[in-house]
């Protein structure tokens, strides 16, 4: 059975402190791993699509990584404004549809 | 354009009423899905729609009826909801096939009384 483990469940940083937030995962065959972030009430928003080990991908202070059983997202110098829960997910194929897998998300909050 | 869009923003109904949730896209994605999120827990997938046809129901009460009238629009009709199906409704649509990621839709919260 596909699973996705994200850690840590909540981390909080001062702004301009760099870290990372993790994503393992178990699947037969990936297909597709994503990385949403998601602020309080709205929904998700797409970030990263990252398909074979070794991939990388870059957006402003974000970087995602994929490893063949994990990916990290890579967050420097970060601001305020990338307080949001980060949610990490791989794709399925269950009865011939597409479906997503959800880890249990990083709740990330920066402190000005 | 990556835009999803769901109506109403909130809704409050008895466990007596009639509703529907509505979401649209115009992306040409030919997948789409419904989801149910609890607070501080992720999607939970319900329903997904490929080519206008059901593909998956995830157990889903009967309560909840999904409709897809055109590649555009999904709804979700909703009937003799209980309390603990108060949560965000999100909709979401997709290429069909392949490995192309879901855009979301803003979400439509939903308290039932």
């Known amino acids: 059975e596909d699973q996705v483990t994200q850690s840590p469940e909540a981390l909080r940083l001062q702004e301009g402190e760099s870290s990372s937030l993790n994503c393992s995962y178990t699947?037969?065959?990936?297909?597709?791993l994503f990385w949403y972030r998601q602020d309080p009430g709205k929904g998700p928003e797409f970030l990263f699509t990252?398909?074979?080990a070794g991939e990388e991908k870059e957006k402003e202070r974000l970087k995602a990584t994929l490893t063949k059983k994990e990916s990290f997202l890579h967050i420097t110098a970060p601001k305020p404004e990338d307080s949001a829960t980060y949610l990490c997910a791989v794709q399925a194929i269950i009865q011939g549809a597409q479906k997503l897998v959800f880890g249990q998300g990083t709740r990330l909050t920066i402190n000005p | 354009d990556t835009e999803v869009t769901q109506t109403p923003k909130h809704l409050v109904m008895g466990m007596t009423n009639k509703k529907s949730l509505k979401c649209e896209q115009h992306?040409?994605?030919?997948?789409m899905y419904w989801y149910k999120q609890k607070a501080k827990k992720p999607p939970e997938l319900m329903f997904v729609?490929?080519?206008?046809?059901?593909?998956i129901n995830e157990s889903v009460p009967s309560r909840f009826s999904p409709e897809c009238p055109n590649s555009s629009l999904l709804n979700l009709h909703l009937h003799a909801l209980q309390p603990e199906d108060s949560a965000l409704y999100l909709c979401?649509?997709?290429?069909?096939?392949?490995?192309?990621?879901?855009?979301f839709g803003p979400g439509t919260r939903l308290t039932v009384t």
């Open positions: 979401a649509s997709s290429q069909w096939g392949g490995r192309s990621e879901q855009y």
């Open positions: 699947v037969s065959g990936l297909r597709g």
């Open positions: 992306m040409g994605h030919r997948a």
């Open positions: 729609y490929s080519y206008e046809k059901l593909s």
């Open positions: 990252l398909y074979s």
